[in-house]
């Protein structure tokens, strides 16, 4: 009975987790890459004596996923954002008014200014490695290999807020990736502008305007391609019920444990007795 009565407190003490799901496509590489067609003429600018590297790139898919999980992404995105406050001092949220309750024990939002007790070398505002395993342990990102889509999750108290968060991070792992490549491709073509004035060969003028003609049409794609590395299949939306705590579950486990306990109490007591 113990038992029962604490995990019906329990349970009901726990505030409630939504969860806002988004399913994602990887985008086509339409431009191809340096890399495929560098080793496709890598042999013509070999007998020249020029190097363009091996071919076959690196899965573009497989790197966002990557850097969504890095370190560095998730603190840019946390301070780009201004999540800290929300994510490190939040304590349920408030479906009648709409609003996030944060704990005052932690955090004053009269003063804007952190309050919560920690021992040395930690601070009262919490350190972006601190913020960055929080919000690591809000996202779940998982792919099918069967499909290649890509699934991921964002757990929160707000229901509302789960859901601008995961579309924030779907925008801006594209934005970083069309960033990146644009980069590279305007690097590759002043690159192989430069090289063509050494090139006395007719061939391998040809290769090389190929090459330029391919990160061109690389950094044509960096512009206009709205949703480039994923495309959204089925958007994040606002969760209508929430996901955790599953709050009969955790009754029925407390109270079948009490109840195990209560057996094995029985039985020490019984056979100590017994051997008295």
Known sequence: MIFAVASVFFALSKPDI???SAILAPA?????GMGAMAGQLGGLASMAGISLGGGGGVDKTALALEILKSRSFVEKFITKHELLVPLMASKK??????????NEEMYDTVNNKW???VKAPKTAEPSSWEAYQAFSNLVTVSQ????????????FYSPVIAKQWLTWLVQDINEFMRAQDKIEAKASINFLTNQLVNIKVSTMETVFYQLIEEQTKN????MVKKEYVFKTIDPAQVPDTKDKPKRALIVVLGTMLGG??????VLIR????KEK
């Open 28 to 32: 086509s590489d339409e431009g191809g």
């Open 260 to 265: 195990m306990l209560s057996v094995l109490i």
């Open 219 to 222: 950094m044509m794609l960096t």
């Open 18 to 20: 939504y969860k806002a």
């Open 115 to 117: 309050l919560r007790e």
């Open 93 to 102: 949220w408030d479906r009648v008014s709409g609003t996030l309750i944060l």
């Open 270 to 273: 019984y056979f100590t007795k």
């Open 144 to 155: 099918d290999k069967t499909t290649s889509m890509v699934n991921i999750d964002i757990e």
